[in-house]
């Protein structure tokens, strides 16, 4: 096939990209930035604000693989610029081309929209794409890691320094990067079932609490750290703390505190998609080891 993607040059983006290369598809990419030529890849200089480059980039594709999001933004605008409207920019180009597919990242936390103005964010994305003539699925990933992961390293970090400061206890799901590439290929597949929302993760019955998680971490760094909850009061001082520090760079905001805060982001058993469709294939404890020996294969760790 040929796959129009936004968001090829990120995290899950660039993954997916690498494997749908080695399956013999063929790429056309949204890009800010001029690109180093790469066999398979058609690189569209524009963005999600940029109609004309929307309409190059689904222009002969069989299918639209929506990844490119806001994920950290100062305000509800911010967010709501490159999930809310830029999905919709990405649906009407996907739609002028008569592309026959669309595959939509979403997040977990578009199932509490009130809690953030990325989750908020995310559910008004995920209504755009409910409401298209387009043949559509929705992907809700939980916590995403892998290799070449720059959010999660924090926590390998922390792992190999013997201290892991965790959210307010809770549970979450994991999915390794591979593992949601290889799904949002199947998903562009011209069989595959429409008007799905997914919720895909590594399968761990009821996911991993907080410690559990910490634990793993520390694992795949080799160390037995000690795992700190910290309460809603504390993390949310310390977002403020962050956002006064580093200004447009902080990492931990108020609207990220308040989503870390929320104690269950397992996905629904009954979103998993269908095993007919796909099944995750890397263990999670096996996975974070390979991810950590990445980061020191680098030096990131």
Not at 271 to 287: C, E, F, H, M
Request: net charge neutral; charged share 25%; glycine share 10%.
């Amino acid at each position: 096939m040929t796959l129009a993607v936004t968001g090829g040059t990120g995290f899950v983006g660039s993954r997916l990209i690498d494997l749908a290369l080695a399956g013999g598809h063929r790429i056309r990419a949204l890009t800010r930035r001029p690109q180093a030529p790469r066999e398979g890849i058609d690189w569209i200089e524009g963005a999600l604000d940029n109609a004309e480059s929307l309409r190059v980039l689904s222009t002969g594709a069989d299918a639209v693989i929506h990844i490119a999001g806001v994920i950290n933004a100062p305000d509800r605008a911010g967010f709501e610029a490159g999930n809310v409207i830029g999905t919709g920019m990405v649906l009407a180009a996907a739609r002028e081309a008569g592309v026959g597919r669309f595959a939509h990242v979403s997040s977990l936390s578009a199932r509490e929209p009130q809690l953030s103005h990325y989750g908020g964010s995310k559910a008004r994305s995920e209504a755009l794409v409910t409401a298209s003539p387009l043949p559509s699925a929705i992907v809700r990933p939980p916590a995403v890691y892998g290799p070449g992961d720059r959010e999660t390293l924090e926590l390998f970090k922390m792992a190999k320094r013997g201290v892991i400061l965790m959210p307010p206890e809770g549970r979450l799901s994991l999915i390794h990067v591979d593992d949601l590439a290889r799904l949002l290929l199947s998903l562009a597949r011209p069989d595959a079932p429409s008007g799905l929302t997914v919720e895909p993760d590594d399968e761990r019955p009821g996911g991993w609490s907080h410690r559990e998680f910490g634990e793993a971490l520390g694992d795949s760094v080799g160390r037995k750290p000690l795992i700190l909850s910290a309460p809603r009061p504390v993390l949310q001082w310390a977002a403020k703390a962050d956002t006064i520090l580093r200004g447009s760079r902080a990492k931990l905001t108020p609207d990220r505190a308040s989503y870390f805060s929320h104690p269950d982001w397992v996905v629904d058993p009954a979103r998993r998609p269908d095993a007919s469709l796909w099944r995750p294939a890397i263990d999670t404890r096996q996975g974070l080891a390979d991810t950590a020996c990445w980061y020191r294969d680098k030096g990131w760790l």
